[in-house]
């Protein structure tokens, strides 16, 4: 008998959860199997049936042969857990359904290990994680005036806001308490931030220097061993135990933290699915195929020691720069629904809702970068809600010429004030106003020349 693979076997589960949403009130072992698409034994069916009660999937009432199956509404399924995620990101139905698989308990989810088929079943051009509707929107997203230059050229002239922006925004995807002030004034004037570690401000540094290296060198960088080792190198930086762990591809086991996926163990086998990673995704054509390729099977293979992820979020910008295309900065993305993401990938080898972020991603990005459409979407509600506290704020601080350091004391005081779900987004929100200020747009803030001049001497001295 052919040995059936994982891959298999996620589809037949897949197809039995959308067959039992036909029957509301539960179906019969012989029900589901008449109502499947699929060829399938009963035994066999058992099996994946008894494998989605275990994940608390689906539940069972009566016994033996009058024994019924039906599916636990998502809703009930959430409220199971001890956090329910709030969002702003809309999600596909399959994102949904990933969501809900991975916010349950470990002990109830399915171990698995590396998946050779996710990766060696992919065709390049061909198949596409991203349909044609959703590359139609992100080309539209991210068309800038310059994508009849040289590669790299947009990215060129707004590299001093993506340094703030993508080192920040990334770095915050890994847990660090940096604000947006703070990152700002480690990254020109070199300022460590007060009660922060010193592995939070190696972590942005190396973001800045991995930044100026893809952006640089656009020319002569793409998706090769060399590009990708000397990434994790410069992030890396002065992060690893051990410092030859560096650009290195991975010897050792490592785990995964509150996940029931163990990465590839085999340095060979590491070794070989890390250059078909490589040449897949140079053959791969569209642009943003490319980039979420990469931030779909750089994570997946854990290649290196650690920093795995942070270097498949610089590695997606790789093909967005040679097309001059606006870079994806990660802002306001939400740690837990990228984790979620990213763990789905690992434990489902499905990318619905790692998707759904990275559309969501791409959109802010691309709005704070690109001269996009006014079309393109509602004003913030969030601005809108504390419009006046974010206008005194900031023009108390220009008018005053308060520093740097002291303006971060003043909005965090001020934050603290505010519902608890609010205080870190308003922090964010008024470090950004302040560093978009420029002599076009200071005005809106009620503040004179005079005192415009005065607050831009403090801020931008060295």
């Not at 897949?280 to 650690?306: C, G, R, T």
């Amino acid at each position: 008998m052919a040995k059936i693979s994982y891959a298999q076997i996620l589809q037949e589960l897949q197809l039995i959860r959308k067959t039992l949403e036909q029957f509301k009130d539960g179906a019969s072992l012989e029900m589901i199997k008449n109502a499947l698409d699929i060829d399938i034994e009963i035994r066999t069916l058992q099996r994946r049936l008894d494998r989605l009660i275990d994940e608390g999937i689906i539940a069972t009432s009566g016994k033996t042969k009058a024994r019924l199956y039906r599916l636990i509404s998502s809703q009930s399924a959430v409220k199971q857990n001890t956090g329910e995620t709030h969002t702003t990101i809309p999600l596909s139905e399959g994102g949904k359904e990933i969501q809900e698989i991975i916010s349950r308990p470990t002990h109830m989810r399915f171990p698995v290990g590396y998946q050779d088929e996710f990766l060696l079943f992919y065709r390049p051009n061909i198949d596409s994680y991203l349909t044609d509707e959703d590359k139609r929107k992100l080309a539209h997203l991210g068309k800038t005036a310059r994508l009849d230059q040289p590669a790299g050229t947009y990215v060129k002239e707004i590299l001093q806001r993506m340094l703030i922006d993508l080192s920040w925004n990334s770095s915050r995807l890994e847990g660090n308490t940096y604000s947006l002030l703070d990152t700002q004034q480690l990254i020109f004037h070199g300022k460590l931030a007060d009660n922060k570690s010193a592995a939070e401000a190696q972590m942005i540094l190396n973001h800045k220097d991995a930044i100026e290296f893809i952006v640089q060198t656009t020319e002569e960088i793409g998706y090769n061993r060399y590009t990708i080792t000397n990434l994790h190198a410069l992030l890396s930086n002065n992060l690893l135990p051990d410092p030859s762990a560096r650009g290195r591809l991975r010897k050792a086991l490592v785990g995964i933290g509150n996940s029931v996926f163990t990465p590839l163990g085999i340095p060979q086998r590491i070794e070989e699915m890390f250059e078909l990673i490589l040449e897949k995704a140079n053959a791969i054509e569209d642009p943003f195929e490319q980039s979420f390729f990469v931030m779909v099977h750089l994570p997946y293979l854990q290649p290196f020691d650690d920093v795995n992820k942070r270097v498949s979020r610089l590695a997606a910008n790789l093909s967005l720069n040679r097309h001059n295309l606006a870079p994806l900065a990660f802002v306001d993305v939400p740690n837990d629904l990228y984790v979620m993401g990213i763990l789905g990938v690992y434990e489902l080898n499905r990318v619905e809702l790692l998707k759904d972020v990275y559309m969501w991603a791409y959109e802010r990005s691309a709005r704070r970068y690109g001269s996009l459409r006014q079309s393109l979407g509602e004003p913030d509600p969030f601005r809108i809600k504390y419009r006046n506290d974010i206008r005194s704020l900031v023009t108390d601080i220009v008018s005053n010429a308060i520093s740097p350091e002291d303006a971060g004391k003043l909005i965090a005081r001020k934050a603290a004030g505010l519902p608890e779900g609010d205080q870190s987004r308003f922090i964010e929100t008024v470090d950004t106003e302040l560093l978009s200020l420029h002599e076009g747009n200071f005005a809106t803030y009620y503040v004179r020349p005079a005192e415009f001049k005065k607050w831009e001497a403090v801020w931008k001295k060295l």
